[in-house]
């Protein structure tokens, strides 16, 4: 069913909340099965800084917004930017086949949030 590296990121989570004065902020969801993750990101010298999340849903949705957390703190925004859906699956060990669809709304939520920061970013230069 589930890895071990999905079962201890579901059960010890990291970067669980949120960011008050995020840089940018991302929401995905699933009408179909519930689930619904926000992103916040912090941003310095083009890389991510901070990163919190916020997850309504299963155990994998939990346990990709957690891993995806990891997987960029610290990075370039374009670094950011190419963690795809399969990454966050293979960083995990694997999902389920049903529960692929959660990977899917983590590097989503992501995403969203460096385009919100980006968006931010253009309207205060021009």
Same mark, same amino acid.
């Given at each position: 069913?589930?890895?071990?590296? *999905?079962?201890? &990121?579901? !059960? ?9 004065? %995020?840089?940018?902020?991302? *929401? ?8 619904? +993750?926000?992103?916040?990101?912090? *941003? ?5 800084? =901070?990163?919190?999340?916020? #997850? ?6 939990? %346990? #990709? !917004? ?8 610290? /990075?370039?925004?374009?670094?950011? /930017? ?5 990454? *966050? ?9 049903? /529960? +692929? &669809? ?8 992501? &995403? ?7 968006? /931010?970013? =253009?309207?205060?230069? #021009?």
């Amino acid at each position: 069913m589930y890895s071990e590296k *999905v079962m201890e &990121h579901f !059960s010890n989570p990291r970067n669980v909340g949120s960011i008050p004065d %995020a840089d940018g902020i991302g *929401v995905e969801g699933n009408p179909i099965c519930g689930d619904i +993750m926000k992103m916040y990101i912090k *941003v310095k010298d083009n890389r991510i800084e =901070a990163i919190k999340f916020q #997850t309504f849903g299963c155990g994998a949705a939990i %346990a #990709t !917004s957690s891993i995806v957390t990891e997987m960029v703190k610290g /990075k370039t925004l374009e670094e950011a /930017k190419i963690i795809s859906n399969k990454m *966050v699956a293979e960083a995990l060990g694997g999902l389920p086949l049903n /529960k +692929m &669809h959660c990977s899917n709304l983590a590097a989503d939520a992501l &995403h969203r949030a460096i385009e919100d920061y980006e968006s /931010k970013k =253009a309207v205060a230069v #021009t």
